[in-house]
């Protein structure tokens, strides 16, 4: 079993898992967009930018009227700076170690890109303001919530992050683990092919003896233009690559 991307400790929402020969197809999900809904506390800020971090700067929420307009200017492409409590590897360890040690290391900005950013509710009573923004793979909301804060002078944390969406899997369609474990005995009906999951990809057909060559790693000449194929035979066999005219194995269904 594996999964296509880590939610936060305290976060909740969707993640999409990959059972036996549905782990190799990490590859062409884990570049996925994503969409969250957040919640920021202004006035606070901790030391791992979540609820779960120490206290370590408290300032004063001067405004919260111009919310809107600060969350839109941060649509389109930027550089991000990571948080120190994160997975990110440096020099083979990853941040969050340097960072119980309370070790600092250079971090270098990410490139990422905001698609959509909308304000869903302001508590002023508790300084607190919740949004859903789509967003590519490697942002951090951690850091946009601290980055959001601070163009709104104050300081602040993410509260809560609920993720909504990875790529084609939304939060709608998707089964808790308690719901799970109840049905254990009819788990099947909340599993996704491989088949299910690429149907709208181009499908080859092959004879007897072609599946026989592709299925021993043999590459075939196909005449088709590069990319990611189903393969058939009589049934559903996997999937297959064509590079320079060339049919290679890819993923197998057993």
């Known amino acids: 079993m594996g999964h296509t991307g880590t939610l936060d400790p305290n976060a909740t929402g969707v993640l999409p898992l990959l059972l036996n020969e549905g782990t190799k197809l990490s590859k062409y999900l884990i570049e996925h967009n994503k969409e969250y809904e957040v919640t920021l506390k202004l006035g606070i800020k901790t030391d791992t930018a979540d609820s779960e971090g120490k206290i370590i700067e408290q300032k004063e929420v001067k405004t919260m009227n111009n919310i809107e307009k600060v969350l839109k200017s941060f649509i389109?492409?930027?550089?991000?700076?990571?948080?120190?409590?994160?997975?990110?590897?440096?020099?083979?360890?990853?941040?969050?170690?340097?960072?119980?040690?309370?070790?600092?290391?250079?971090?270098?900005?990410?490139?990422?890109?905001?698609?959509?950013?909308?304000?869903?509710?302001?508590?002023?009573?508790?300084?607190?303001?919740?949004?859903?923004?789509?967003?590519?793979?490697?942002?951090?909301?951690?850091?946009?919530?601290?980055?959001?804060?601070?163009?709104?002078?104050?300081?602040?944390?993410?509260?809560?992050?609920?993720?909504?969406?990875?790529?084609?899997?939304?939060?709608?369609?998707?089964?808790?683990?308690?719901?799970?474990?109840?049905?254990?005995?009819n788990i099947g009906k909340n599993i996704i092919t491989i088949e299910q999951l690429l149907k709208e990809i181009p499908s080859i057909k092959l004879d007897k003896e072609q599946l026989n060559k592709f299925l021993?790693?043999?590459?075939?000449?196909?005449?088709?233009?590069?990319?990611?194929?189903?393969?058939?035979?009589?049934?559903?066999?996997?999937?297959?690559?064509?590079?320079?005219r060339k049919l290679k194995r890819d993923v197998i269904v057993n």
Do not use: W
């Open 76 to 185: 389109g492409k930027q550089q991000q700076l990571p948080p120190m409590y994160s997975a990110i590897k440096v020099n083979g360890k990853k941040l969050y170690e340097y960072a119980r040690k309370g070790q600092t290391v250079e971090i270098e900005p990410r490139k990422i890109e905001i698609y959509n950013i909308e304000l869903i509710d302001i508590n002023v009573e508790q300084k607190e303001i919740r949004y859903k923004v789509s967003c590519s793979k490697g942002t951090y909301i951690r850091s946009l919530c601290e980055d959001i804060a601070e163009r709104l002078e104050t300081v602040g944390y993410m509260k809560e992050l609920n993720r909504l969406r990875v790529g084609r899997f939304s939060i709608e369609d998707s089964i808790t683990i308690e719901d799970l474990e109840k049905q254990s005995n």
């Open 216 to 244: 021993n790693g043999v590459k075939i000449h196909i005449n088709k233009e590069d990319g990611l194929y189903n393969i058939y035979e009589q049934k559903y066999i996997g999937t297959g690559i064509i590079k320079d």
